[in-house]
C-alpha cells in the first residue's frame, strides 16, 4: 500500500500511514486547525478504506494532537469510525490517545470519542517540557 | 487650514478610541476581514502575549481556543463579505480585553435578521445547559452533525460554554430592516 506521510505545519498535523508489515506507523499528531478540513482529511479516509480491506494483523492508531478546532473534531470521529468498522469485522484494532499530562480538556476528548466509537482505547499522558 | 481641522479631528479620535479602549481593559481590537491567516496570527499573537503575564498553560490553551472558534464564527457567518463568493473571509470586529479575574473575547458581525430566531433558541439551550447536558449535546451533534459547506460542525458554540464553563454573552442591533449586527462575548476565567 502506498504510504501517506504529510509533515506538520502551524495549522495542520504530522500525518504517517504507513502499513509496511515489519514496521508499521499510523500517527496523527501536533495541531489541527486546517483551513478547509475536507480537504486535508480526504486522503487520510481514503487510505484508511483501502486499509481497511486487508488490514494488519494488529492495528494501531496514535492519535498525539497538542489541539484540534471543532470542525477537525468532527473528522477525527470520522477517522474513528472507520477503525470501528473494522472491529466490527473482528479485526484487532486499538487507539492510542496521548495528551499532556497538564492537559484536562484533551483527555476528556479522548474519553469522549472512548464512549462514541466502539474501539479500544488506550490513553496516554506525556510531560510537555 | 481645512487640512489641519481635520487633522485635529483626527487626532482627537484616536485618543478617544485609546481611552475607551483602556477604560473597557481591550487589549486587542481589529476590524476588517477574517481570513484563516488572520486567525492563525491573532491566536498566537494572543498566545504569546498571554505567556508573557506567566499564566497556566491550561488558561492559554482555552483563550487560543475560544479565539480560534470565534474568528471563524465570524470569518464563516458574516453577512459582509469583500469577496461574495468566498465561504469564509466574512467582515467583523475582534476585541480582547483582559481585568484582575478574566479575559474576555468579543465578535461582532453582521447577520440576516432571519437568522436570528435560530441563533437565539440555539444560544439559549447552550447557555442554560448543565455540565452534563452540554456533554451529552456535543455527543449528539458530532454524531449526527455533518460538515456545513462553510466547513463548520455546529460545535463551536457549545465548546466555548464547555471549555470556559461560562455563559455566553450576545445582543443583536438594528442595522436596518434585513440587517443585524450581532454581538458576543465570551469569558474565560483566569482564576479557574
Known amino acids: 500500500m502506498q504510504v501517506i506521510r504529510i509533515e506538520g505545519t502551524d495549522d495542520t498535523p504530522q500525518v504517517i500511514l504507513d502499513a509496511n508489515p515489519d514496521n508499521p506507523i499510523m500517527e496523527i499528531s501536533g495541531r489541527s486547525l486546517p483551513e478547509d478540513v475536507v480537504s486535508f482529511y480526504e486522503p487520510i479516509l481514503e487510505w484508511l478504506e483501502e486499509y481497511s480491506e486487508s488490514p494488519l494483523e494488529k492495528t494501531i492508531l496514535n492519535i498525539k494532537l497538542e489541539y484540534f478546532n471543532t470542525a477537525s473534531s468532527k473528522l477525527l470521529l470520522d477517522i474513528l469510525l472507520k477503525l470501528e468498522d473494522m472491529a466490527d469485522d473482528g479485526k484487532d484494532v486499538l487507539v492510542r490517545w496521548h495528551f499532556p499530562d497538564d492537559d484536562e480538556d484533551m483527555e476528556e476528548a479522548g474519553e469522549e470519542y472512548e464512549d462514541i466509537v466502539e474501539v479500544p482505547f488506550e490513553q496516554i499522558s506525556y510531560t510537555i517540557d | 487650514m481645512a487640512d489641519t481641522n481635520k487633522n485635529n479631528i483626527d487626532l482627537d479620535f ?179
Not at chain 2, 464564527?73 to 465561504?87: F, V
Not at chain 2, 466547513?151 to 464553563?165: P, Y
Open chain 2, 14 to 192: 484616536v485618543y478617544d478610541f485609546y481611552t475607551k479602549m483602556k477604560n473597557n481593559n481591550v487589549s486587542f481590537a481589529y476590524e476588517g476581514e477574517i481570513s484563516h491567516e488572520i486567525t492563525k496570527v491573532f491566536s498566537s499573537l494572543a498566545e504569546s502575549h498571554i505567556a508573557i503575564d506567566n499564566e497556566s498553560n491550561s488558561l492559554k490553551r482555552r483563550v487560543f481556543h475560544v479565539m480560534i472558534e470565534s474568528l471563524q464564527n465570524i470569518g464563516k457567518h458574516s453577512e459582509e463579505k469583500i469577496d461574495k463568493n468566498s465561504p469564509t473571509d466574512g467582515q467583523g470586529i475582534f476585541f480582547m480585553s483582559k481585568t484582575k479575574n478574566e479575559y474576555t473575547i468579543t465578535t461582532g458581525n453582521s447577520i440576516n435578521k432571519k437568522e436570528i430566531p435560530n441563533l437565539k433558541i440555539k444560544l439559549e439551550a447552550i447557555n442554560s445547559g448543565s455540565k452534563m447536558s452540554l456533554k451529552k449535546l456535543y455527543k449528539e451533534k458530532i454524531k449526527k452533525g455533518r460538515l456545513s459547506e462553510k466547513g463548520g460542525a455546529g460545535l463551536g458554540f457549545i465548546d466555548i460554554v464547555r471549555k470556559t464553563e461560562q455563559k455566553l454573552i450576545y445582543s443583536f442591533l438594528d442595522i436596518n430592516e434585513k440587517k443585524s449586527y450581532f454581538v458576543l462575548t465570551s469569558t474565560i476565567s483566569r482564576t479557574k
